[in-house]
């Protein structure tokens, strides 16, 4: 009988266990780094460890290939494409409700409310995995420099933030259906709305785990980010000259004037006439006059930037509202935007103010509860 195999003697099994411990540690300084998991499913379990949905995080990770070897980052891209897929066929699925003719004209609103915000959707999770792709998001080694460690930190907040937006967009969306009957459409999206806010939120939690991720102390103005020279870290030094400037001493792009004296007399033609996906600040000087309207900013048109005459001076106000049949999402008297000097009066009461600006962002949030 041929001699039984020799059992690892104690110190083989522990220089194995101290191995897969020091490497799992390591994988906690170095986003590059691929722990020592034995299977596809040890390590599955590890990387939904602390999501609040673990069922939808193990059947999302299930069918990824070799699982095991793939470093945390890679991990949560995986997901993340997972995710898209299923934006993708929700997209596709309230389409298909628009071409029906017996749907209300309230429902219709509301599902292209969804659609958009799906859209916005699919746009925070690219930007996920172009971050997490970055070599920002790699390069996490105890040699990293304070340089790239700095960009790791910033590159992880954007990461944070894209993902907090995507699961709250799904929310806005049904938020649409928030009337009397509900919509009959809701019942059959949002179990699907609910299943990929549930998917970005395992994926916001698998992301905290990674280096850079972690939050920073707090800071003034915590609603507003790390302050840098009185603005938030994410105000660049131009738009701060910009905002710093007198009216008359910003270069505008576009006048806006109800009298007929500028290029435009709404802000809503002055924003469809601006270019899309501007690299620079597009200024829209809108002088003295109270405007009636709703302007919607598409996300296309990025880095605008609106210049008034004065608080109380230059004003846009606008009474949407879900009682007279308009959604949440489009209620909003403004879209986002760099802005100094303007009033925008809201004409509905809100539930709690809004954390105080930085001085010098005041005369961007002023809103009039009546």
């Given at each position: 009988?041929?001699?039984?195999?020799?059992?690892?003697?104690?110190?083989?099994?522990?220089?194995?266990?101290?191995?897969?411990?020091?490497?799992?540690?390591?994988?906690?300084?170095?986003?590059?780094?691929?722990?020592?998991?034995?299977?596809?499913?040890?390590?599955?379990?590890?990387?939904?460890?602390?999501?609040?949905?673990?069922?939808?995080?193990?059947?999302?990770?299930?069918?990824?290939?070799?699982?095991?070897?793939?470093?945390?980052?890679?991990?949560?891209?995986?997901?993340?494409?997972?995710?898209?897929?299923?934006?993708?066929?929700?997209?596709?699925?309230?389409?298909?409700?628009?071409?029906?003719?017996?749907?209300s004209a309230r429902d219709r609103l509301a599902i292209s409310d969804c659609l958009e915000l799906l859209s916005t959707t699919m746009?925070?999770?690219?930007?996920?995995?172009?971050?997490?792709?970055?070599?920002?998001?790699?390069?996490?080694?105890?040699?990293?420099?304070?340089?790239?460690?700095?960009?790791?930190?910033?590159?992880?907040?954007?990461?944070?933030?894209?993902?907090?937006?995507?699961?709250?967009?799904?929310?806005?969306?049904?938020?649409?259906?928030?009337?009397?009957?509900?919509?009959?459409?809701?019942?059959?999206?949002?179990?699907?709305?609910?299943?990929?806010?549930?998917?970005?939120?395992?994926?916001?939690?698998?992301?905290?785990?990674?280096?850079?991720?972690?939050?920073?102390?707090?800071?003034?103005?915590?609603?507003?980010?790390?302050?840098?020279?009185?603005?938030?870290?994410?105000?660049?030094?131009?738009?701060?000259?910009?905002?710093?400037?007198?009216?008359?001493?910003?270069?505008?792009?576009?006048?806006?004037?109800?009298?007929?004296?500028?290029?435009?007399?709404?802000?809503?033609?002055?924003?469809?006439?601006?270019?899309?996906?501007?690299?620079?600040?597009?200024?829209?000087?809108?002088?003295?006059?109270?405007?009636?309207?709703?302007?919607?900013?598409?996300?296309?048109?990025?880095?605008?930037?609106?210049?008034?005459?004065?608080?109380?001076?230059?004003?846009?106000?606008?009474?949407?509202?879900?009682?007279?049949?308009?959604?949440?999402?489009?209620?909003?008297?403004?879209?986002?935007?760099?802005?100094?000097?303007?009033?925008?009066?809201?004409?509905?009461?809100?539930?709690?103010?809004?954390?105080?600006?930085?001085?010098?962002?005041?005369?961007?949030?002023?809103?009039?509860?009546?």
């Open positions: 009988m041929p001699p039984l195999p020799k059992r690892p003697g104690p110190l083989l099994v522990l220089l194995v266990v101290a191995f897969a411990a020091a490497t799992a540690a390591a994988s906690s300084d170095a986003a590059g780094t691929v722990p020592f998991y034995p299977t596809a499913e040890a390590a599955a379990a590890a990387h939904c460890d602390g999501t609040l949905y673990p069922d939808v995080c193990l059947s999302t990770l299930a069918d990824i290939p070799d699982l095991h070897k793939k470093t945390l980052p890679d991990v949560i891209c995986a997901a993340v494409n997972r995710t898209e897929d299923v934006v993708t066929a929700t997209a596709s699925n309230c389409s298909s409700y628009l071409r029906e003719r017996s749907l746009d925070d999770l690219q930007a996920t995995v172009a971050d997490l792709e970055s070599p920002a998001a790699r390069d996490s080694g105890s040699s990293a420099s304070s340089s790239a460690a700095g960009a790791r930190r910033v590159t992880m907040d954007h990461v944070m933030t894209v993902l907090s937006a995507a699961i709250t967009n799904q929310y806005t969306c049904l938020d649409g259906f928030a009337y009397q009957d509900g919509g009959r459409v809701r019942r059959y999206i949002e179990p699907t709305l609910h299943h990929v806010s549930r998917m970005v939120s395992n994926s916001l939690a698998m992301a905290k785990k990674l280096p850079g991720a972690s939050p920073a102390p707090r800071q003034p103005f915590m609603g507003y980010g790390q302050m840098v020279k009185g603005f938030p870290r994410w105000v660049r030094p131009g738009d701060r000259r910009l905002l710093q400037a007198p009216a008359s001493g910003v270069a505008a792009d576009a006048v806006v004037a109800q009298n007929g004296s500028g290029n435009y007399t709404t802000v809503s033609a002055a924003v469809a006439a601006a270019p899309t996906n501007s690299k620079r600040r597009y200024v829209i000087y809108i002088k003295a006059g109270a405007y009636m309207e709703n302007v919607e900013v598409g996300k296309k048109h990025v880095n605008l930037m609106f210049v008034g005459d004065g608080i109380g001076k230059t004003v846009i106000k606008a009474r949407r509202n879900v009682v007279d049949g308009s959604t949440t999402f489009r209620s909003a008297t403004v879209g986002e935007y760099a802005c100094r000097t303007l009033d925008y009066i809201l004409n509905a009461c809100c539930s709690a103010p809004p954390p105080p600006p930085p001085p010098l962002l005041a005369s961007c949030i002023h809103p009039v509860v009546p």
